[in-house]
Structure formats: C-alpha cells, structure tokens
C-alpha cells in the first residue's frame, strides 16, 4: 500500500473517532451556514483534526476543505469533506461519511471514503483498485437500461438544475430507482450493486475521493457534461457500460 494511501486511512480511523462520538448526541451543536447547509460541531473538529495531522505528515501539500477553504497553492492538494451528509449526521441518520482525497496536477489518486456508522469503508489508489473493507470490489456488467438501478439524492435538486423531466424519464426506463444520496449512490456504483448515481450539484469535495474509487472499480466517473472532472459541479457515476445513455439523457 502506498504511503499517502496509507496516511489517508489512518486519517479516516481519526475521523471517525470524532463522529461516532457525537453521532446521535442530544447535546450536538449545530449552527447554518451562510449557504443554508447545516454544520456541526463535529463537521468543524473532524476538519481541523486532518489539518493538524496534515500540516505534520505532508506540510508541502495544500489543503481544501467544506469548512475552513484552502491553503497552500501547491501541486499536491488533499480534498476534505469532514462530514458528507451532514443533514443525515445531525437527524442520527447513520448514512454519512468522512471524504478525503489526494489529488495531484488537478487529477485524484487516493479516495477515502468511511461511513463508520454503516460499518463501510471504501477506498482506492489509482493503479492499485478499489476496496470495500478489505474487499476488492468492481462495477456491474449490465449493459442494458431497462435492466439496471439507478440513484440520486433529491429531485427538488434537478427542478433547480432544469433536469428534472429527463431524470424521471431515464428513471422511467430503469429497472429501479431508490434515492439512496450523497456518497452512497457512488459507492453502490463502484461495488456493482447498482449501475446509475446521478448528482445535479456536488461541491468538489463532495466528489474528490468519489471518482479514483469508482473508476479503479472499472466504472466511470464524470460531470453532466461529460468531463471527467471531481470540480465540474455535478457527479455521474455509472458502471462504464451505460454511461454515454445516460449523458445523452440530459442533453
């Protein structure tokens, strides 16, 4: 296992420490954010943490986070999303998880993605595939629509995109559909237990760790446009086999 891979881990076991702690605490603060989005107080320790350790172990590399924003300018970034599903974490909701990436000249290499309240770790390094506990997992092989499960986080969020008639209709024409949300839906695509996770607006470190995983899995990531791309603003994670049907839905 390479060393930054490595790190990124212990980082998640840090992580989870925190949000397993104040997960379901009565006594949770919880504050809004300019944006509207909730944030706890967990979301803000969990960021600081990994910007500790960080500043430790790669004090050459930059750093982006949800909470504290970015710095350092340099070619190396980690990419931090402290708690993914904030608005599941602060309603005990056990569907959440730290995101922490490594990306270098603007591509991804490491994902960590750790729900530690589902039990479920996934992660990946370019080159070496993607796992699930220790598990190698890999995308389906369904090639036909009317065959394959689709997931997405809110259709509120594609009446805002514009895309809403053309996400009902590609749902119309799947086997099944099941709002499953955030990081889950992409995690599903990489262990080839769905086929389809479609997300109308994702911040980059919402994405980050998302794409090396699915894409070691042998699946394809990329944004509504096509671009392979954690920073394009919206994620589309499919098994490789159905993703330009599915981008062809929303042109």
Same mark, same amino acid.
């Given at each position: 296992m390479?060393? &930054?891979?490595?790190? %990124?881990?212990? #980082?998640? &076991?840090?992580?989870? %420490?925190?949000? #397993?702690?104040?997960?379901q605490s009565t006594t949770l603060a919880v504050r809004t954010k300019v944006d509207l989005s909730p944030v706890s107080e967990a979301d803000e320790a969990v960021e600081r943490l990994l910007r500790e350790r960080l500043a430790v172990e790669r004090p050459e590399d930059g750093i982006v986070g949800e909470e504290f924003g970015t710095s350092g300018d340099a070619a190396r970034r980690w990419v931090l999303d402290p708690?993914?599903?904030?608005?599941?974490?602060?309603?005990?909701?056990?569907?959440?998880?730290?995101?922490?990436a490594l990306v270098e000249n603007d591509q991804p290499i490491v994902g960590v993605v750790s729900g530690p309240a589902m039990g479920r770790r996934w992660w990946a390094s370019r080159g070496e595939g993607?796992?699930?506990?220790?598990?190698?997992?890999?995308?389906?092989?369904?090639?036909?629509?009317?065959?394959?499960?689709?997931?997405?986080?809110?259709i509120t969020d594609h009446d805002k995109h514009g895309s809403s008639e053309a996400m009902l209709t590609l749902i119309r024409n799947c086997d099944r559909a099941r709002g499953f949300g955030d990081f889950w839906s992409h995690m599903l695509v990489a262990e080839g237990a769905i086929e389809i996770a479609v997300e109308p607006f994702v911040a980059p470190w919402d994405m980050a760790a998302v794409q090396p995983i699915v894409e070691e899995a042998g699946g394809r990531f990329t944004d509504l446009h096509g671009r392979a791309r954690f920073d394009g603003g919206s994620g589309l994670s499919t098994n490789g086999l159905l993703h330009e049907r599915v981008l062809e839905s929303f042109r």
């Open positions: 390479n060393p &930054d891979l490595r790190l %990124a881990l212990d #980082l998640a &076991d840090a992580a989870d %420490a925190i949000t #397993l702690r104040h997960f708690i993914d599903g904030t608005k599941n974490y602060v309603r005990g909701i056990p569907v959440y998880a730290t995101l922490i993607a796992f699930c506990n220790g598990r190698g997992i890999h995308a389906s092989r369904i090639g036909e629509l009317a065959q394959a499960h689709i997931a997405y986080d809110s």
